[in-house]
Nanobody
Framework: HLEESGGGLVQAGGSLRLSCATS????????IGWFRQAPGKGRDAVSC????????RYVPDVRGRFTVSSDNAKDTVYLQMDDLKPEDTGVYYC????????????WGHGTQVTVSS
């Protein structure tokens, strides 16, 4: 089970922190990914953290603005989003899998992020 929270409405240049609370699987053995689905578009990868070794990944357009982190004590992954842009608007989903390249075993229901210009 994965549950996202922390979405909302923010002005361009602002910040949000998304949370992905997990349960029901061995958190430390999984990678947790973040995906974004913009209105009328498909679901695109944004970032990932592999809890086995702490490796993180980012797509180019969020690198330097977004930071993914993991709290093993809380089985929760965070996505700190800074300097938000209108094009960051969408529903953000977290997912879990064995590797960041196979992070589609479990999915949350998403949280809406809206960035106004």
């Amino acid at each position: 089970h994965l549950e996202e929270s922390g979405g909302g409405l923010v002005q361009a240049g602002g910040s949000l922190r998304l949370s992905c609370a997990t349960s029901g699987f061995a958190f430390g053995d999984y990678a947790i990914g973040w995906f974004r689905q913009a209105p009328g578009k498909g679901r695109d990868a944004v970032s990932c953290i592999d809890n086995k070794d702490g490796t993180t990944r980012y797509v180019p357009d969020v690198r330097g603005r977004f930071t993914v982190s993991s709290d093993n004590a809380k089985d929760t992954v965070y996505l700190q989003m800074d300097d938000l842009k209108p094009e960051d608007t969408g529903v953000y989903y977290c997912s879990a899998g064995i590797l960041c390249t196979q992070v589609d075993k479990y999915w949350g229901h998403g949280t809406q992020v809206t960035v106004s210009s």
